[in-house]
């Protein structure tokens, strides 16, 4: 994935180079578990001087509680966890190229991961935690979302596959597991809580993905694929993205997931016809704010500027109208003229993100859709026919 205009996000997959390097640091594990061996203390006379004696240390109920939830969370989850390795062909040779992580959806043999894990490959490989590897077939891929599903002819017995959860029943400060194949690590945990939600992170196209959970789980190249988990074992999220800093490709404590909503959205038509068709409204724009309001003199709070409106896009054939100059308030250059959307069929929009969120996740292609706006001002509506997504935006 290019990194212009990510910031110093970057994905969590990790290339083959890193997989030579764990091994060349390998080192091997007994074939039978250690024992502890039982110890004879012998009886000896009194201490001279009398010692204190310790008051034991009691774990207290709620962290004996969290951690057998997390142990049991990992006996069940684990399993169903796996290792997909990326190999492309160079000539006569096959020779890997990457791993990442993923997890299995359903008792068919569907396991879902990120886009850019798969992205480019020529053959597949599935690890499972039990050692069984299988060849697994690509069954489709959304750049959008950084989605991809792929699939193996079988199961281990006793795999299951892992529940999806649901996305308004997540909160900030919320406990979070991640599980996936660190610097390929097989079958490492970490645990977290969900510093945020809502966050809008880059796709591997030129639009953004929505209702991201941002997460302070430790989650590094690697993890791309894999599960983040609730503490009842319910998937909420794909862990895809990191902060580095700039610094680093290694985890700062920021790291991003595709949320459950967006995989309810995207698996299902991506196992049923490959592919998944986006809504496109084909504006660019941001949230009101109080330069834009004061500039122009507008008598409303909330809702979405359109800065520009993509020439020959839906809501170009609608009439909607972008910034049609820039004024200088304190310094500040300020783009003035766009139309302010404060409702969508109905629902308040009160950021650039709510109108995003409700073309991507309640729309699709063909749907008509009805914006509330604020032009010169008065209120008025506008009638868009929604498109599918093109590939670019001639950038």
């Given at each position: 994935?290019?990194?212009?205009?990510?910031?110093?996000?970057?994905?969590?997959?990790?290339?083959?180079?890193?997989?030579?390097?764990?091994?060349?640091?390998?080192?091997?594990?007994?074939?039978?578990?250690?024992?502890l061996?039982?110890?004879?203390?012998?009886?000896?006379?009194?201490?001279?001087?009398?010692?204190?004696?310790?008051?034991?240390?009691?774990?207290?109920?709620?962290?004996?509680?969290?951690?057998?939830?997390?142990?049991?969370?990992?006996?069940?989850?684990?399993?169903?966890v796996?290792?997909?390795?990326?190999?492309?062909?160079?000539?006569?040779?096959?020779?890997?190229?990457?791993?990442?992580?993923?997890?299995?959806?359903?008792?068919?043999?569907?396991?879902?991961?990120?886009?850019h894990?798969?992205?480019?490959?020529?053959?597949?490989?599935?690890?499972?935690?039990?050692?069984?590897?299988?060849?697994?077939?690509?069954?489709?891929?959304?750049?959008?979302?950084?989605?991809?599903?792929?699939?193996?002819?079988?199961?281990?017995?006793?795999?299951?596959?892992?529940?999806?959860?649901?996305?308004?029943?997540?909160?900030?400060?919320?406990?979070v597991?991640?599980?996936?194949?660190?610097?390929?690590?097989?079958?490492?945990?970490?645990?977290?809580?969900?510093?945020?939600?809502?966050?809008?992170?880059?796709?591997?196209?030129?639009?953004?993905?929505?209702?991201?959970?941002?997460?302070?789980?430790?989650?590094?190249?690697?993890n791309?694929g894999?599960?983040?988990?609730?503490?009842?074992?319910?998937?909420?999220?794909?862990?895809?993205?990191?902060?580095?800093?700039?610094?680093?490709?290694?985890?700062?404590?920021?790291?991003?997931?595709?949320?459950?909503?967006?995989?309810?959205?995207?698996?299902?038509?991506?196992?049923?016809k490959?592919?998944?068709?986006?809504?496109?409204?084909?504006?660019?724009?941001?949230?009101?704010?109080?330069?834009?309001?004061?500039?122009?003199k507008l008598?409303?709070?909330?809702?979405?500027?359109?800065?520009?409106?993509?020439?020959?896009?839906?809501?170009?054939?609608?009439?909607?109208?972008?910034?049609?100059?820039?004024?200088?308030?304190?310094?500040?250059?300020?783009?003035?003229?766009?139309d302010?959307?404060?409702?969508?069929?109905?629902?308040?929009?009160?950021?650039f993100?709510?109108?995003?969120?409700?073309?991507?996740?309640?729309?699709?292609?063909?749907?008509?859709?009805?914006?509330?706006?604020?032009?010169?001002?008065?209120?008025?509506?506008?009638?868009?026919?929604?498109?599918?997504?093109?590939?670019?935006?001639?950038?």
């Amino acid at each position: 994935m290019k990194e212009k205009g990510l910031r110093n996000i970057k994905i969590a997959s990790i290339g083959f180079i890193f997989i030579i390097t764990s091994l060349a640091c390998s080192f091997s594990i007994p074939s039978t578990p250690l024992q502890l061996q039982p110890t004879t203390v012998e009886k000896s006379s009194p201490p001279m001087f009398s010692q204190p004696t310790a008051t034991p240390f009691v774990v207290p109920q709620p962290v004996l509680d969290e951690q057998g939830a997390l142990v049991n969370l990992y006996a069940r989850a684990n399993p169903a966890v796996v290792n997909i390795t990326e190999f492309v062909k160079q000539g006569s040779k096959v020779v890997p190229l990457g791993q990442g992580s993923g997890f299995v959806y359903d008792e068919r043999g569907y396991i879902i991961t990120n886009a850019h894990v798969v992205e480019g490959a020529d053959e597949l490989e599935v690890t499972f935690s039990d050692g069984t590897i299988e060849l697994a077939d690509l069954v489709g891929k959304d750049l959008n979302s950084d989605l991809a599903v792929v699939k193996v002819k079988k199961l281990p017995a006793g795999v299951q596959p892992l529940p999806l959860g649901d996305i308004h029943n997540l909160a900030v400060g919320q406990t979070v597991v991640a599980i996936g194949n660190p610097f390929g690590l097989e079958g490492t945990l970490t645990r977290g809580i969900i510093s945020a939600l809502g966050r809008s992170i880059p796709a591997l196209t030129p639009f953004t993905i929505p209702q991201a959970i941002q997460t302070d789980a430790a989650i590094n190249p690697g993890n791309s694929g894999g599960p983040l988990l609730n503490l009842q074992g319910e998937v909420i999220g794909v862990n895809a993205q990191i902060e580095t800093g700039g610094t680093t490709a290694a985890n700062t404590g920021v790291g991003f997931a595709i949320p459950v909503s967006i995989i309810k959205l995207v698996v299902p038509d991506l196992i049923e016809k490959g592919k998944h068709e986006w809504a496109w409204l084909g504006v660019r724009g941001g949230t009101l704010n109080p330069w834009i309001r004061e500039a122009m003199k507008l008598n409303v709070d909330k809702g979405a500027y359109i800065a520009e409106v993509v020439q020959g896009g839906p809501s170009d054939k609608a009439g909607l109208r972008g910034s049609s100059s820039t004024v200088t308030r304190q310094g500040r250059d300020i783009e003035v003229g766009g139309d302010v959307v404060v409702a969508i069929n109905g629902q308040p929009v009160r950021s650039f993100d709510d109108l995003l969120i409700y073309v991507s996740l309640n729309s699709k292609p063909g749907d008509v859709v009805v914006l509330t706006i604020l032009r010169n001002g008065k209120m008025q509506e506008v009638k868009v026919t929604l498109e599918s997504r093109p590939e670019n935006l001639g950038e």
